[in-house]
């Protein structure tokens, strides 16, 4: 059987995103500005087209006492989200922003692959 590779995703770990669809979506408030919901990303599952925000999709999953949680009962966390339902905070405005990549000069004259936000041209990766 063949061995699927991990898709390439335009998220990593430790960036900023805003959810664009879902129960979080973002809605306007009374003077039609737009509100956001925002979160780090803490862990990415490139084979599920997944990742895991901090204080997004919270579901509340029943445990069984253990020994770190001695009286088990019910407990609130985050579940993955997929992908293309969020979009990277743009550094400079703060506002969702697809992805670009382009090569900018690193150490030594050698080229470097960065990602950057379309909407204000400010580099992602440093």
Not at 8 to 33: F, N, S, W, Y
Not at 70 to 90: C, F, K, R, T
């Amino acid at each position: 059987m063949e061995t699927k590779r991990p898709n390439k995703l335009h998220i990593k770990q430790g960036d900023t995103v805003i959810v664009m669809r879902g129960k979080e979506a973002p809605t306007r408030d009374k003077d039609g500005k737009m509100v956001y919901t925002k979160g780090r990303v803490l862990k990415v599952y490139p084979k599920e087209n997944r990742a895991l925000v901090e204080g997004v999709n919270m579901v509340k999953k029943h445990t069984r006492p253990s020994q770190d949680n001695p009286q088990g009962g019910i407990v609130e966390q985050e579940a993955p989200i997929h992908v293309s339902n969020l979009m990277v905070e743009d550094p400079k405005t703060k506002e969702p922003s697809r992805i670009g990549y382009k090569f900018v000069d690193g150490k030594g004259g050698q080229q470097k692959k960065v990602r950057y936000a379309k909407k204000s041209g400010e580099a992602l990766d440093k």
